[in-house]
T-cell receptor
Framework: EPEVTQTPSHQVTQMGQEVILRCVPISNHLYFYWYRQILGQKVEFLVS????????KSEIFDDQFSVERPDGSNFTLKIRSTKLEDSAMYFC????????????FGPGTRLTVT | GNSVTQMEGPVTLSEEAFLTINCTYT??????LFWYVQYPGEGLQLLLK?????DKGSNKGFEATYRKETTSFHLEKGSVQVSDSAVYFC?????????????FGAGTRLAVHP
């Protein structure tokens, strides 16, 4: 069964450093998403991406965040200058955009900012 | 706006007990409704879904019925197992199809004891 994969599973970085979180969505999917979950809190939408551009972004997704689909298979989330409060689990998801809009999630990348 | 409210956890049950996790929603249109499950140390997995009023989603013995009149989508299972211990998230997407963010509830932790 096709699945969404994410790398790395755990990333530790120092405050102020740039990080890139990588995702490989399901191959025939057209819509891509990033969500995050701060420890013990609810899962929050960050951004959706379709046709090589951002479709929607949340208030969390400020200028320090960016997304890219560089090569037709990977989907990346970049945090330019990490803050302590960026520590969270980041989930990538993809969907084929049909009526059911079923989103398939990756296993997540745990980002720890020290 | 769109939002999801879930009953607070943790919910602690003995094996073979009946489970109900309440979920109500607020939405401006005709949302699709979902239950996701997160097992310890893992990502989000879709458990079941419903796209219109009176639809019943079911999977692995879990059921939920889309009730438009009460704006609810309560999760039920007749006989829980220890392996059902996880965090359960109720979620909605505001529209059908296309790019469409998931809006999650806070999650309900279920602990099932032998």
């Amino acid at each position: 069964e096709p699945e969404v994969t994410q790398t790395p599973s755990h990333q530790v970085t120092q405050m102020g450093q740039e990080v890139i979180l990588r995702c490989v969505p399901i191959s025939n999917h057209l819509y891509f998403y990033w969500y995050r979950q701060i420890l013990g809190q609810k899962v929050e939408f960050l951004v959706s991406f379709y046709n090589n551009e951002i479709s929607e972004k949340s208030e969390i997704f400020d200028d320090q965040f960016s997304v890219e689909r560089p090569d037709g298979s990977n989907f990346t989330l970049k945090i330019r200058s990490t803050k302590l409060e960026d520590s969270a689990m980041y989930f990538c998801a993809s969907s084929d955009g049909d009526r059911l809009n079923e989103q398939y999630f990756g296993p997540g990348t745990r980002l720890t900012v020290t | 706006g769109n939002s999801v409210t879930q009953m607070e956890g943790p919910v602690t049950l003995s094996e073979e007990a009946f489970l109900t996790i309440n979920c109500t929603y607020t939405a401006t249109g005709y949302p699709s409704l979902f239950w996701y499950v997160q097992y310890p140390g893992e990502g989000l997995q879709l458990l079941l879904k419903a796209t219109k009023a009176d639809d019943k989603g079911s999977n692995k013995g879990f059921e939920a019925t889309y009730r438009k009149e009460t704006t609810s989508f309560h999760l039920e299972k007749g006989s829980v197992q220890v392996s059902d211990s996880a965090v359960y998230f109720c979620a909605l997407t505001p529209f059908s199809g296309g790019y469409n963010k998931l809006i999650f509830g806070a999650g309900t932790r279920l602990a099932v004891h032998p």
